[in-house]
């Protein structure tokens, strides 16, 4: 039995719901809408898909896998050689290396604005040493479970094409020029 973890960037979801309601929203006020906005909230809707539903960090017995927007990453672990974080989530394994959309870490936008106070009393920004602090979640995810699983063997890297996202993609990119054609 697996036991999977699927991780995802959350605000990214709460982006691509945002938008289905926005488009959604949008046509229920201009009801019957016109192809050139159907095809809008089509196109949209796809790119919303692509960009901010798919990604994921899908973590299992055998492997980890990076679902980016337009690639995914199967690594092993025994073929794992190294999982780092800067700004995301950065894997490596030989020759391959992929950052994984879905797991920003904690140096991002909010670690900006961490704020503590120096033995002087004065306030300052230190965003690098707080996040240094904080381990992020995907990060001690995938090293948990890499020194569990690393002397196993799991397999090696593949990297294909997201297949599904690149239709979407393509398909997105037809409607929007066939809306501004019709337009």
Same mark, same amino acid.
């Not at 990214?12 to 309601?21: F, I, L, S």
């Not at 488009?23 to 790119?47: E, H, I, K």
């Given at each position: 039995m697996t036991n999977t973890v699927v991780l995802r960037h959350a605000l990214a979801r709460a982006v691509a719901v945002t938008g289905w309601a926005a488009a959604l929203g949008w046509l229920v006020a201009t009801w019957p809408p016109g192809g050139p906005g159907l095809l809008f909230a089509a196109a949209a809707s796809g790119l919303f898909w692509v960009l901010c539903w798919r990604p994921a960090v899908v973590i299992d017995d055998a492997a980890v896998t990076v679902r980016n927007p337009l690639r995914d990453v199967r690594i092993g672990w025994s073929a794992l050689d190294e999982a780092t974080f800067g700004w995301s989530?950065?894997?490596?394994?030989?020759?391959? +290396?992929? &950052?994984?959309? +879905?797991?920003?870490?904690?140096?991002?936008?909010?670690?900006?604005?961490?704020?503590?106070? %120096?033995?002087?009393?004065?306030? *300052?920004?230190?965003?690098?040493?707080?996040?240094?602090?904080?381990?992020?979640?995907?990060?001690?995810?995938? &090293?948990?479970?890499? *020194?569990? &699983? &690393?002397? *196993?063997?799991?397999?090696?890297? %593949?990297? %294909?094409?997201?297949? +599904?996202?690149?239709?979407?993609?393509?398909?997105?990119?037809?409607?929007?020029?066939?809306?501004?054609? %019709?337009?």
């Amino acid at each position: 039995m697996t036991n999977t973890v699927v991780l995802r960037h959350a605000l990214a979801r709460a982006v691509a719901v945002t938008g289905w309601a926005a488009a959604l929203g949008w046509l229920v006020a201009t009801w019957p809408p016109g192809g050139p906005g159907l095809l809008f909230a089509a196109a949209a809707s796809g790119l919303f898909w692509v960009l901010c539903w798919r990604p994921a960090v899908v973590i299992d017995d055998a492997a980890v896998t990076v679902r980016n927007p337009l690639r995914d990453v199967r690594i092993g672990w025994s073929a794992l050689d190294e999982a780092t974080f800067g700004w995301s989530l950065l894997l490596r394994a030989g020759d391959v +290396a992929c &950052r994984a959309v +879905a797991a920003p870490g904690p140096a991002s936008m909010s670690a900006l604005y961490d704020r503590h106070v %120096t033995p002087g009393g004065v306030l *300052e920004r230190d965003a690098v040493a707080q996040a240094g602090r904080r381990p992020a979640p995907a990060l001690l995810a995938v &090293r948990q479970r890499w *020194e569990a &699983r &690393r002397s *196993e063997p799991s397999g090696g890297v %593949t990297a %294909t094409p997201a297949v +599904a996202s690149v239709a979407v993609l393509a398909a997105s990119l037809v409607l929007l020029v066939l809306a501004a054609v %019709t337009a």
